[in-house]
């Protein structure tokens, strides 16, 4: 199996079935032209544990408030596992080797955050950072505008909307953003939303899962503007469904921060939480916030143009982020 990140190349031989499928589904984008880059994250699998990882090596480097099993590190290795399975992700300066291990079924790796944090921090090592939400520029701009949240509060809707009103997405889920001028690259090339939402929004049509699937999946060349492949992030507005009328409020930088914080994943590593810490400063100067509180049903997006057209007093002072 072979693809690229934003043109980090993935290659992944021999892999089990359930964890090829999981890699296509999450992390494949088809139809992005991307520019070569020489970092390499390469998977593979196993039926047992590497033979050189021991009970009790390394030391835990993520939270202690997590429960079950904590990613642990020795050297240029991070690893989590239980008493059956698990994952581990060296870095060097060349790529990332992801080893998973599980004795009979693999599926259960997949169900896990483990495989999604280790591709996560890979491409992270190289120079590109995740940021978790849907991403389009609106009409006549080139800057884009990111739409964050907890799941369930209406991201993939958010963008479904706003492409019918004539946005350009940039992603779906997830872009590759990169430090210090906030660049974000794209990483989809269609929309992965609730059958309901097509159905709300009246764009069954649209959708190729089906009136009975779950999920209905509608590329982006389903609609009229050509998709972004890259745009400066200038604004960040955080979703909130809740009863009451709704509004569109500017946010300070301490929230703004705290926002952008949770949408990088926070590296499990010190060092890179540390790297971030210091760099979101500068990019957060340049960004406004906004906080869309709406009720059930399709998001009133004129609200946020309004806003992105108004003068805010200034933000708050920068709170100092915590590592």
Do not use: Y
Request: glycine share 10%; with cysteine; net charge neutral.
């Amino acid at each position: 199996m072979r693809f690229t990140i934003a043109g980090r190349r993935v290659r992944g031989e021999d892999l089990p079935l359930p964890l090829a499928r999981w890699l296509g589904e999450e992390w494949r984008a088809e139809g992005l032209a991307e520019p070569d880059h020489p970092f390499l994250i390469e998977l593979t699998h196993r039926p047992d544990p590497p033979h050189d990882l021991e009970e009790g090596q390394g030391r835990p480097v993520d939270p202690p408030s997590q429960e079950g099993p904590r990613w642990r590190r020795l050297g240029d290795a991070c690893w989590i596992r239980d008493e059956e399975r698990g994952v581990r992700w060296t870095r060097s300066r060349a790529g990332a080797l992801i080893e998973t291990w599980a004795p009979s079924d693999p599926s259960g790796l997949a169900a896990t955050s483990w495989l999604a944090v280790a591709m996560a921090e890979a491409v992270r090592s190289s120079g590109l950072d995740p940021l978790h939400a849907a991403v389009a520029a609106p009409p006549g701009r080139e800057s884009a505008v990111a739409f964050v949240g907890p799941s369930g509060s209406g991201k993939s809707t958010t963008l479904l909307a706003a492409l019918t009103m004539g946005w350009r997405p940039l992603c779906e889920d997830t872009a590759w953003m990169a430090f210090p001028a906030g660049l974000l690259r794209a990483n989809d090339s269609c929309l992965h939303v609730d059958a309901r939402a097509l159905d709300v929004l009246g764009l069954r049509e649209h959708g190729e899962g089906g009136r009975g699937a779950r999920k209905g999946r509608v590329p982006f060349s389903s609609f009229g503007p050509e998709p972004l492949r890259e745009a400066p992030l200038t604004w960040v507005v955080e979703l909130r469904r809740e009863a009451g009328p709704a509004r569109c409020e500017p946010l300070g930088r301490a929230i703004g921060a705290g926002l952008l914080w949770r949408g990088t994943g926070i590296p499990i590593l010190e060092g890179e939480r540390r790297r971030i810490a210091e760099r979101l400063p500068d990019l957060i100067r340049r960004i406004r916030f906004l906080r869309l509180r709406f009720p059930p049903g399709p998001p009133p997006l004129s609200l946020v143009l309004d806003a992105l057209d108004a003068d805010f007093p200034p933000s708050h002072a920068l709170d100092t982020l915590i590592v």
